[in-house]
């Protein structure tokens, strides 16, 4: 099946984790996930735009490599850290949510989301205290892709009548 133009695959997606059991409560479990994403998006299969991990569930703004779709991308998250963890008990929830970015509103819209949602949780009082976001002054992340990055420049040139 052919993969959708790369310009069109970036995605906003949440998976949990097996019975929304508090697993990244656990600090070594936080960063083995942060671990897990900086791994693959360092091996190109994705660009990662924006995350938290939160204590139950993740939530990422990524774009896949072209060759890769976002069932596989998720399935390199979900199996790497499923393996890196050796759990014998079941660790994801089977299903993910998923909703493809259609233009850099919707970006903007998901990033701020996902920085909320610590704070949301009641987890840190400022977003950038929380250590496994990407809101946090210690992540790495990959720029707005190029496709995205030009809207808002194109719209400001656009003349208002």
Same mark, same amino acid.
């Given at each position: ?13 949440? !998976? @949990?984790?097996?019975?929304?059991? /508090?697993?990244?409560?656990? #600090?070594? %479990? ?7 994403? &900086? ?5 190109g ?23 890769v ?11 790497? !850290? @499923?393996?890196?963890?050796?759990? /014998?008990?079941?660790?994801? #929830?089977? %299903? ?7 233009? &850099? ?32 002054p ?7 892709p ?16």
């Amino acid at each position: 099946m052919p993969l959708a133009p790369q310009e069109t695959r970036t995605y906003f997606t949440t !998976f @949990s984790t097996s019975g929304r059991r /508090r697993l990244f409560h656990v #600090e070594s %479990a936080a960063r083995l996930m942060l671990d897990t994403l &900086r791994g693959y998006r360092e091996k190109g299969s994705f660009a990662l735009h924006a995350f938290a991990v939160m204590p139950d569930h993740v939530h990422l703004l990524l774009t896949p490599a072209p060759e890769v779709s976002l069932e596989k991308a998720i399935q390199f998250m979900k199996g790497g !850290f @499923s393996f890196r963890l050796k759990s /014998r008990s079941e660790v994801w #929830e089977r %299903a993910h949510f998923d909703k493809r970015i259609k233009d &850099r509103d919707g970006y903007e819209a998901c990033v701020a989301y996902i920085h909320a949602n610590p704070v949301a949780a009641g987890l840190v009082e400022d977003a950038a205290q929380f250590a496994y976001s990407s809101a946090h002054p210690s992540a790495s992340l990959d720029p707005i892709p190029d496709w995205l990055a030009w809207q808002k420049e194109a719209n400001a040139a656009d003349p208002i009548f």
